[in-house]
C-alpha cells in the first residue's frame, strides 16, 4: 500500500523561482528519502533524512520533516529548467518490510 | 565506486511467455537487493527483498518470483507473463537496512 502521498500531484513554475512539495505518511518511520525520477529514466536519490533528524541541506535542496505531523518537505531554490522532473518521497517504517515505500509522486514543471 | 546494472533495457513479451530480468552490483559486498515495480503514472512498489544469497523476501503476491544465486546478482523471473505485468522493473541495492538505497536504470517491460 502507499504510505507517502505527495501533494500537489502536479507544480508548474517559472524558472528561478523555488519549488515547493510536500509529502504525508502514516506510520513511524526509521527515515523518509527524497528521489528524483526523469521521465521514462531511473530514480536518483536527493536526501535521507533520519527520524531524529529536524532538517537537511544539500546544495541547492532543502528538506524538512516534522514526525509528529508525519510530514515532509522538499525545497528546490533558485529552479533550473533541468529540475523538470517527477519527485517522490519514500519511507522505511518501523517495523514494516525492508524496503521503501513511495508515494505516487509530484511532477515538476519548469518553464523558460 | 559502486554501480548496478539491469538488463534487459526494454522488453517486449507475448502473455504466457517466460521472465528473466537481470541486476548485478558491483563495488560492494553483501548489498542488500530489492525489485520494485511502477505502473504507468505511478509510485513504485517493492515486490521483493533479499539481505544475502538465497535469502529472499516476497512483499506482495504475484505472478514473479525473484532469486539470489550470486551475492551481488538478482534475478527476476516469472514462468507465464500476464498482461498486468507490464511496467517498470527496477533494482536497487543498500549498503544495510535504513541506508539510502540505490536504483538501476530500469527495464521497461511491455506484456501483448
Known amino acids: 500500500s502507499q504510505q507517502g502521498e505527495e501533494d500537489p500531484q502536479a507544480l508548474s513554475i517559472q524558472e528561478g523561482e523555488n519549488a515547493t512539495m510536500n509529502c504525508s505518511y502514516k506510520t513511524s518511520i526509521n527515515n523518509l528519502q527524497w528521489y528524483r525520477q526523469n521521465s521514462g529514466r531511473g530514480l536518483v536519490h536527493l536526501i535521507l533524512i533520519r527520524s531524529n533528524e529536524r532538517e537537511k541541506h544539500s546544495g541547492r535542496l532543502r528538506v524538512t520533516l516534522d514526525t509528529s505531523k508525519k510530514s515532509s518537505s522538499l525545497l528546490i531554490t533558485a529552479s533550473r529548467a533541468a529540475d523538470t522532473a517527477s519527485y517522490f518521497c519514500?519511507?522505511?517504517?518501523?517495523?514494516?518490510?525492508?524496503?521503501?515505500?513511495f508515494g505516487k509522486g509530484t511532477h515538476l514543471i519548469i518553464q523558460p | 565506486s559502486q554501480t548496478i546494472h539491469q538488463w534487459p533495457a526494454t522488453l517486449v513479451q507475448p502473455v504466457g511467455s517466460p521472465l528473466s530480468l537481470e541486476c548485478t552490483v558491483e563495488?560492494?559486498?553483501?548489498?542488500?537487493l530489492y525489485w520494485y515495480r511502477q505502473a504507468a503514472g505511478r509510485g513504485l512498489q517493492l515486490l521483493f527483498y533479499s539481505v544475502g544469497i538465497g535469502q529472499i523476501s516476497s512483499e506482495v503476491p504475484q505472478n514473479l518470483s525473484a532469486s539470489r544465486p550470486q551475492d551481488r546478482q538478482f534475478i527476476l523471473s516469472s514462468k507465464k507473463l500476464l498482461l498486468s505485468d507490464s511496467g517498470f522493473y527496477l533494482c536497487?541495492?543498500?549498503?544495510?537496512?535504513?541506508?539510502?538505497?540505490?536504483f538501476g536504470p530500469g527495464t521497461r517491460l511491455l506484456v501483448l
Open positions: 563495488g560492494t559486498s553483501n548489498p542488500n
Open positions: 536497487a541495492w543498500s549498503p544495510r537496512r535504513w541506508e539510502t538505497q540505490y
Open positions: 519514500a519511507t522505511d517504517a518501523v517495523g514494516g518490510a525492508d524496503g521503501l515505500t
